[in-house]
């Protein structure tokens, strides 16, 4: 096929191929086809190790660089459209009829990043001394991610969506994407219970108690909806507890956490009981131990009407944050924590964004989203029409 290349009047103008702009070609050299591929392998492997699978397979064989810029070429175009096209990725969407829950959860991982990009948020790069390095750039920072799961009746998970995000003040873009993922769920399903689940961070909490699901306050008031802190970093807190009192790993503590955790996740006073049991604990106890397990009291004070895991339990309703924490671990950890890597805002968030439409199951439709933008229309002119554009030879 020939292709033709048209300059516009002028100097020093760009010429012009209308062959790729009806294809849709990316970034001046990827078909479609091979731009999809390419941001499909980028999203799960290094640029060296992408550029090395294309060449075992044969056909196209794009550079290491080559490879590294395509995801940044298309997020960029992502975020420039993003809010429009989650809401069309929403819309395309239903809610199973047998969802009864909808569990909404968020947390963070800290990763790598590059000094360039620690001052594009606004952050000095601080430093820190060690005995085996005197003085070595910190450069990490938390990524946030999130994840909105429906869940049935006896407490199935149905389907999940992630989202994940480079570091940013108060999760703003994420708490904003959850939010409206809740939104787009009620408007379709108002009569789903809703599960705030997330470990004691005040940030998170913060974000989960003044959720906005988009509903008149007559249907908000109908709306059954629970806190829960999950019940993991609970049990956590409460074996660092029995190792201040008993010793670290020690046999007693080890039974007593047995006991009281036990109590705290099938009793419907086990809270109470888990407070009063560290508390006359801490009534004998002076200095810094004392100190350690007050502190630990605090958090268990705190967080009391957020662990009625009794009940939680009986109602089938998910209790642990670990759809959330596996979403950190596959969307950051397994990507953009592999040795010796420093990431900036624009590459990193490339990755976390088509990472996370593969793991939401909404590649496709997304993918589609971003081709057909490349594709532009293109109008054929006769030769003697004063707007015609001169032939590039």
């Known amino acids: 096929m020939t292709r033709h290349l048209y300059r516009p009047t002028g100097r020093s103008t760009k010429s012009i191929c209308p062959l790729e702009l009806r294809a849709g070609i990316v970034g001046g050299l990827w078909t479609p086809r091979a731009a ?9 492997l290094t640029p060296r190790e992408g550029a090395t699978l294309f060449s075992e397979l044969g056909g196209m064989q ?3 660089s080559t490879l590294d810029r395509l995801p940044k070429t298309l997020s960029a175009r992502w975020e420039a459209k993003r809010e429009s096209w989650e809401a069309a990725l929403r819309s395309s969407e239903t809610v199973s009829e047998e969802a009864a829950v909808v569990a909404l959860s968020l947390d963070g991982v800290m990763k790598p990043m590059t000094a360039s990009a620690l001052k594009e948020v606004g952050e000095p790069v601080a430093r820190e001394t060690t005995a085996s390095a005197p003085s070595r750039p910190r450069h990490y920072r938390e990524a946030s991610c999130g994840t909105v799961s429906l869940y049935n009746d006896e407490g199935e998970r149905l389907s999940t969506v992630r989202y994940g995000r480079m ?15 809740c939104q787009s769920l009620f408007a379709l399903r108002p009569t789903l219970k ?13 974000f989960l108690d003044a959720l906005d699901l988009g509903l008149e306050e007559a249907d908000l008031a109908r709306v059954e909806q629970m806190s829960i802190v999950d019940f993991y970093h609970a049990a956590e807190h409460l074996g660092k507890a029995c190792d201040v009192i008993w010793g670290a790993q020690s046999v007693q503590s080890k039974a007593e956490f047995a006991r009281l955790r036990t109590l705290l996740k099938e009793d419907d006073s086990g809270m ?3 407070i009063n049991r560290l508390r006359h604990r801490a009534g004998g106890m002076r200095g810094r131990k004392r100190e350690e397990l007050e502190k630990e009291l605090t958090y268990f004070r705190n967080q009391r009407w957020r662990m009625r895991y009794a009940q939680y339990r009986r109602a089938n309703l998910p209790m642990g944050s670990g759809v959330v924490e596996a979403a950190c671990k596959t969307l950051v950890t397994q990507r953009l924590k592999r040795s010796g890597m420093r990431w900036g805002m624009a590459g990193g968030q490339a ?3 088509f990472r996370s439409v593969i793991q939401s199951d909404r590649w496709e439709r997304a ?17 003697h029409d004063p707007e015609v554009l001169d032939p590039a030879a």
């Open 36 to 44: 999809r591929q390419g941001t499909f392998v980028m999203a799960h």
């Open 62 to 64: 794009p550079s290491v």
């Open 167 to 181: 570091p940013e003040r108060k999760k703003a873009t994420l708490c904003g994407q959850l939010q409206a993922e």
């Open 194 to 206: 809703v599960v705030k689940l997330a470990d004691g961070a005040e940030e998170n909490w913060r």
């Open 272 to 274: 109470d009981k888990v």
């Open 351 to 353: 990755i976390l964004t």
């Open 367 to 383: 993918w589609s989203l971003v081709g057909n933008d490349f594709r532009k229309p293109v109008q054929v002119v006769t030769a």
